[in-house]
């Protein structure tokens, strides 16, 4: 049985850090899942997609949103994904996601949750300005 579960999240205050965990049991990342992925949602708002990587090749996608703050990268030895997440700002205040997928994921999609088919149970970002 897959599980992820992520951890890391927090509050802080913008412009601040905070480095998000997803620990894989089940399923080995590396070579088990083509693609894992960190997403995001806000209240009232959609989900959305923000970083993921080819576990194959480690080719990595990001948001515009978050282009140049945040960083997604893996730990093999850990079976642990990571999204380190700089310069914070209040919008990016969430419930974060990760989620892998064993598919062959389209480029286009890659970022859309749709595209996944395990999920953890997510951790709260709070940034306050």
């Known amino acids: 049985q897959v599980q992820l579960v992520e951890s890391g999240g927090g509050s802080v205050q913008a412009g601040g850090s905070l480095r998000l965990a997803c620990a894989a049991s089940g399923y080995t990342y590396s070579t088990d899942f083509n693609f894992m992925g960190w997403f995001r949602q806000a209240p009232g708002k959609e989900r959305e997609g923000v970083a993921a990587?080819?576990?194959?090749?480690?080719?990595?996608y990001y948001a515009d949103s978050v282009e140049g703050r945040f960083t997604i990268s893996q730990d093999n030895a850990k079976n642990t994904v990571y999204l380190q997440m700089n310069s914070l700002q209040p919008e990016d205040s969430a419930m974060y996601y990760c989620a892998a997928t064993t598919d062959w994921v389209p480029r286009r999609v890659r970022l859309m949750g749709a595209s996944y088919n395990f999920w953890g149970q997510g951790t709260q970002v709070t940034v306050s300005s």
């Open positions: 990587f080819f576990t194959g090749g480690g080719t990595t």
